[in-house]
């Protein structure tokens, strides 16, 4: 399940898919932002894990956003210089399945 920014998804989904991945799409939002990203569930072999690892670190990138900074600061003391955060490449979790069925 990788996590990724929404400017690094047609990239992503593109050489996955050449590369023989299946994975599904999911429109997801970040708790910490509240903006989108996707969420791909992929379904694969163990011994494809690493290649997937690779596309996924290859085609996401690690970008700055600038948020208020009132989301981190201690509101007695708001300040109103936005801070930097730094948002990806991605998010991924692996995790093994225990059954797979196609019906
Ligand atoms: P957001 O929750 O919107 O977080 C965006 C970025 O804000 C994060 O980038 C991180 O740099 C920062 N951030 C998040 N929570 C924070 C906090 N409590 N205090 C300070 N800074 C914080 P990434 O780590 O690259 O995460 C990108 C997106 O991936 C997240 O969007 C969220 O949708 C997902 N994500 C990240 N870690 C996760 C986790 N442990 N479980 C589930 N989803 C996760």
Same mark, same amino acid.
């Given at each position: 399940m990788a996590i990724v920014n929404k400017k690094d998804v047609k990239s992503v989904c593109q050489a996955l898919m050449?590369?023989?991945f299946q994975f599904t799409k999911i429109s997801s939002t970040g708790g910490f932002l509240? /903006?989108?990203n996707t969420t791909l569930i992929i379904g694969t072999e163990?011994?494809?894990l690493e290649k997937g690892?690779?596309?996924i670190r290859n085609h996401c990138?690690?970008?700055v956003v600038k948020v208020p900074s009132l989301m981190y600061s201690n509101a007695m003391y708001p300040?109103?210089?936005p801070m930097d955060v730094i948002v990806g490449g991605a998010i991924v979790? /692996?995790?093994n399945v225990e059954r797979f069925e196609k019906m």
């Open positions: 050449k590369d023989g509240t /903006v989108g163990d011994n494809k690892l690779d596309i990138k690690k970008r300040s109103s210089l979790f /692996v995790s």
